[in-house]
């Protein structure tokens, strides 16, 4: 049998380049050698926006447009939404008891976040536990593997924890999953400063108009002491030529590029319009797909609700399983 992958989203806005990057990329070529469940967070993604379930709701299909228009291949990989499948809410609250609240207070994934939101009313209880939910996640697909990135470690250490406790005190019953740690650094965002986060706004999105990318690429930053043409410049953290790595592929174009600029003599606007040209091409053939998707939003929805029917299935068998070892299964005895 295949091993099981799982990885997820939160449908909180359109994906960019540094989800391509950091994630998608390699769910395309995941799809081949593993069993790989990919999951719409959208409960997750109310933990936060609770007052806003539309920005959610809305966010769910251009989630799946830009699955689909990437290459995540649903005769492969099966994407499903969270909260269509009852049995992850059903883990969420068994495992609640396997966690103190000192414990999640501690997880510094969710320190992070909590210091870029500000909770006006205090931290809603569903935010600071939705470790435990994420748990669930990935122990009802059973998954051995889940590709992520650095910042979700922490997620991954606390459902061993979970597991391990689980098992202790009922049986084994749930395998601890790995994370397959993403390859590639986080992509930075056009101005160089931070990750391309959905918050900021320095990010290219995969759905992006020719015009934007171009606009988008020409106000790039780059080297800041790269004043002159014929000054010396810096490539390593500039991100034309991060992206240039990132994207292009003529490598020995690029290197030749890197080596006249590092040299002086290679104006930023050439290298821009260079990055220009790539990235057109790479956006170009995925902008084509989403909108010809875009013309059925039916049959996208039918894709996830497929998918979400036979997640229903083997997170309603680890649920059981649960149950069971739990002793909490009164009908089967
Ligand atoms: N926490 C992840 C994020 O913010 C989303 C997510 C939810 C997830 N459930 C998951 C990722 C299960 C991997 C596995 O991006």
């Known amino acids: 049998m295949k091993d099981i992958i799982l990885t997820g989203d939160r449908p909180t806005g359109k994906l960019h380049l540094g989800h391509y990057i950091g994630s998608l990329k390699s769910r395309v070529e995941l799809q081949n ?19 806003n379930p539309q920005k959610v709701r809305d966010n769910i299909i251009e989630l799946l447009l830009d699955y689909l228009s990437v290459g995540i291949d649903p005769n492969k990989t099966t994407i499903c939404i969270q909260s269509m499948i009852p049995a992850i809410a059903e883990l969420t609250i068994f495992y609640l008891n396997l966690v103190s609240v000192s414990r999640l207070e501690r997880n510094p ?12 009313g205090g931290i809603p209880a569903g935010f600071l536990t939705y470790p435990v939910s994420q748990a669930a996640d990935i122990t009802a697909f059973q998954a051995n593997f889940v590709p992520a990135g650095e910042d979700q470690a922490p997620m991954i250490e606390q459902t061993c924890e979970i597991v ?7 049986g084994e019953t749930l395998k601890e999953p790995k994370i397959i740690l993403s390859k590639t650094p986080r992509l930075v965002g056009t101005d160089g400063k931070s990750k391309m986060s959905k918050s900021l706004r320095n990010k290219i999105y995969l759905a992006d108009s020719p015009d934007d990318i171009e606009k988008k690429v020409m106000s790039m930053f780059t080297d800041p002491n790269h004043l002159n043409v014929n000054d010396p410049g810096n490539t390593k953290d500039n991100p034309v030529f991060i992206y240039l790595d990132a994207f292009g592929e003529d490598k020995e174009k690029i290197a030749a590029m890197k080596a006249h600029y590092e040299r002086g003599g290679l104006g930023d606007v050439k290298v821009k319009k260079y990055l220009n040209e790539v990235l057109q091409g790479f956006l170009e053939p995925i902008r084509i797909k989403r909108e010809a998707l875009q013309k059925d939003l039916k049959a996208i929805y039918k894709i996830a609700f497929d998918g979400t029917k036979e997640a229903n299935i083997v997170t309603a068998d680890t649920l059981k399983n649960v149950k069971k070892a739990m002793r909490i299964n009164y009908q089967d005895m």
């Open 109 to 120: 994934t969710i320190k992070q976040e909590l210091k870029m939101r500000n909770f006006s």
């Open 33 to 51: 050698k593993y069993k790989q469940y990919v999951m719409v967070a959208d409960v997750q993604a109310l933990t936060d926006n609770a007052d």
């Open 164 to 170: 391990r406790r689980f098992n202790t005190y009922y």
